[in-house]
Each structure stands twice: as C-alpha cells, then as structure tokens.
C-alpha cells in the first residue's frame, strides 16, 4: 500500500475550480512566504552591515532589517521621491528605494545610476508590475495587488540568493478574511484580515507555500493591470491639476493606488470613510521618523491614497471623484 502513495492521484472529490493564467513574471523568481522575507534573505545572503532605508517606509520593513541584525540609517526623499542629495554610501553599505505606489520607477532609476547596481535593493512592494532592474535584488509583495494570504517574491541574480529550501505551510490559516470578502462587506472580517497580517509578521524566511502559489497563477495579471492603468488615468486627468504630486501616468503604469495630495480642500478622510471609502494611511509609523512640515510628514497626514484597482471601474471612479467634494 504504501509503495503507491507518492503516485499522483486520479480520480476522487474535485478540488476549488481555479483557472490557471499563471503570472508570468513569478516564473524565474525566487518565491518567498512575504516581502519582509525576501529583505531578510538578501541581506543575509550579501552579509550585509549597515543599509540605508528610506525614513518613508513602513515598519514591517525596518523590523525585517532588525531582526537579521543589520544597521539602519534612514534617509530623506524630496518631492520627486529622490533620494537627499547628501547621502553618500561608504564602503559595505547598502541602500533600500521604494518604487513608491508603483509611479517611482524613474526615482529609481535616478538612484540605482547614483549609487550603483550591486548596493541596491528594490523595493517594488507597492509595483507589482515594474519590471525587476538591474540591482542586487528587486522585491515584490504581490498580496498588496491581488487577494493572497501572503507570499513575497524576489528577482536577483547575485548566485549567493538562493530559494529557501522549505515552504510556508500556513497559508491555509490566512484565507478567512480573503473569502469572506467574496460575499460579505469589507467591514465583515477586518479584525481576521488584521490578525493575518500580524501572523506574517512573525513568519521565519520559507518559500511560498504551494497555496499562494496556485493562487497567484490563478490571477488575470494582463486584466488587472490595464484596469488599474485605465482606472489611475482617469483619476489623474481629473484630479491631476489638484494633486501636489508631479505624477507621470500613462498606460504604461498600473500602480497599487492614485495617490493624491491635494492642494485643495476635499473632504477628509474620515468624511470618506463614513462614506465607506476605505482609504490607507501610508505609514503613520513615518511621523516619528520625520520632521513636522516636511514632505514625508505631509503626505502621510494629508495624502489621500485612492483606490483604482481590478475590482473597479469609471463609475467607481467617477463615485470617489464626486466623494472628494473639490469646489
Ligand atoms: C514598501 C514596503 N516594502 C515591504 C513591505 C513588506 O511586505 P510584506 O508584507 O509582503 O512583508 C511593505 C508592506 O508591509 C511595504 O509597504
């Protein structure tokens, strides 16, 4: 009996129906558990000291570089989302940009020119669809683009990164929030979508488990991101003239959300909350990093980071414009 049980099986009770796209940028990447697992393997597999992360960036990546016992330095960025123009790497030090809500790509390339490939990580956590660059690596957490329990992905071609050797098998306890969503209203299961991202904060580095796996090939990546390409569009054609930002969107991009600063009165957030518009504050930690007044500061306090994803359309647009109340 037991010489068959490594057959595959044939036959039996039918499995979720999932269709099968596969996300063709996942292919030659190394698959991990999370983006703060995908850092953590980088900067131990380049046994690295000290890197300098940007002060406009969330917890989960300071507490990864933490826990692998690698000195931080925080940096500033300017409107343009550029790297200060003070910094200067030393010798062994090692820097972390963010291709912030997938519209930074040319912020990015500006740095990796400034500072050199191989000191380089890219964080494209918030730009599941920018194209890993030439760096020592380039992150993705593609969980923060589609419904997923967790998984994070990691494009280098520096031999000494290699694919944990054991899978993540606890994606199954972080589908609660992900299903009920399907039927019930996004107030439903937030305490159990809150608890699954706490539970990914304590994950050690594994590879994807085969769930989140078969889960992100079962994704309509070229949908998703001309929809969220349309959607940012006509966001930014209409709000473009309000926003502070100096945004480039064109087809091409198809970012995690229209982020708009606005240079007019709108309605607050918490107006557009009551009108559940569930709107992000990307990172409240940042205000104890940065000075009050300074770009960083006001974008976390006064930055209104719009939904444009796959699950929506002009309409819905349309809806959010009409939300903000602009005069
Ligand atoms: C810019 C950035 N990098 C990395 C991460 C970590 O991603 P993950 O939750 O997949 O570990 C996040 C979010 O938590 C993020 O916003």
Same mark, same amino acid.
């Given at each position: 009996?037991?010489?068959?049980?490594?057959?595959?099986?044939?036959? =039996?009770?039918?499995?979720l129906?999932l269709?099968? &796209?596969?996300a063709?940028?996942?292919?030659?990447?190394i698959?991990t558990n999370?983006?703060?697992?995908?850092?953590?393997?980088v900067?131990?597999?380049?046994?690295?000291?000290?890197? *300098?992360l940007?002060?406009?960036t969330?917890?989960? !990546?300071v507490?990864?570089?933490?826990?692998?016992? !690698?000195?931080i330095?925080f940096?500033?960025?300017?409107?343009?989302?550029?790297v200060d123009?003070e910094?200067?790497?030393?010798?062994?030090e090692?820097?972390?940009t963010?291709?912030?809500?997938?519209?930074?790509?040319?912020a990015?390339?500006r740095?990796?020119s400034?500072?050199?490939?191989?000191?380089?990580i890219?964080?494209?956590? @918030?730009?599941?669809?920018a194209?890993?660059?030439?760096?020592?690596a380039?992150i993705?957490? %593609?969980r923060?683009f589609?419904?997923l329990?967790?998984?994070?992905?990691?494009?280098?071609?520096?031999?000494?990164?290699?694919?944990?050797?054991?899978?993540?098998?606890?994606?199954?306890?972080?589908?609660?929030?992900?299903?009920? #969503?399907l039927?019930n209203?996004?107030?439903?299961?937030? @305490?159990?979508?809150?608890e699954?991202?706490?539970?990914?904060?304590?994950?050690p580095?594994?590879?994807? +488990?085969?769930l989140?796996?078969?889960l992100? @090939?079962? !994704?309509?990546?070229?949908?998703?991101?001309?929809t969220?390409a #349309?959607?940012?569009l006509?966001l930014h054609e209409r709000?473009? @003239?309000?926003n502070?930002?100096?945004?480039?969107i064109?087809?091409t991009v198809?970012?995690?959300c229209y %982020?708009?600063?606005?240079s007019?009165?709108?309605a +607050?957030?918490?107006?557009?909350?009551?009108?559940?518009?569930?709107?992000p504050?990307?990172?409240?930690e940042?205000?104890?990093?940065?000075?009050e =007044?300074? &770009?960083? *500061?006001?974008?976390?306090?006064n930055?209104?980071f719009l %939904?444009?994803?796959q699950?929506?359309?002009?309409d819905?647009?349309? #809806?959010?414009?009409?939300?903000?109340?602009?005069?």
């Open positions: 009996m037991s010489s068959f049980s490594n057959e595959p099986a044939v036959g =039996g009770y039918q499995e129906e269709p099968f &796209f596969y063709i940028a996942a292919r030659e990447m698959k999370s983006a703060r697992s995908a850092i953590k393997l900067l131990s597999s380049a046994e690295a000291r000290k890197i *300098w940007p002060a406009y969330c917890d989960a !990546v507490e990864a570089v933490n826990d692998v016992g !690698v000195t330095e940096y500033k960025v300017n409107s343009s989302f550029d123009p910094l200067q790497l030393k010798a062994g090692f820097i972390l963010v291709d912030y809500f997938g519209l930074c790509g040319e990015v390339n740095s990796r400034r500072f050199g490939h191989n000191k380089m890219v964080d494209c956590s @918030q730009a599941y669809f194209k890993p660059v030439e760096s020592l380039t993705y957490s %593609p923060k589609f419904g329990p967790d998984g994070g992905l990691l494009y280098s071609k520096d031999p000494r990164i290699k694919q944990p050797s054991k899978r993540d098998e606890s994606s199954e306890s972080r589908m609660a929030h992900l299903i009920s #969503r039927t209203s996004p107030e439903k299961a937030y @305490q159990q979508y809150i699954a991202e706490q539970a990914i904060s304590n994950l580095v594994q590879g994807m +488990s085969f989140t796996e078969r992100l @090939q079962s !994704v309509d990546y070229k949908r998703a991101r001309t969220r #349309r959607n940012a006509y709000l473009g @003239q309000y502070k930002l100096n945004l480039e064109d087809e198809a970012p995690l %982020p708009f600063l606005p007019v009165e709108t +607050s957030k918490a107006a557009l909350i009551s009108q559940r518009i569930f709107i504050t990307y990172w409240p940042v205000l104890e990093r940065v000075e =007044g300074s &770009f960083e *500061w006001d974008l976390v306090t930055g209104l %939904p444009c994803d699950r929506y359309n002009e819905d647009m349309d #809806r959010l414009i009409s939300l903000l109340a602009i005069n």
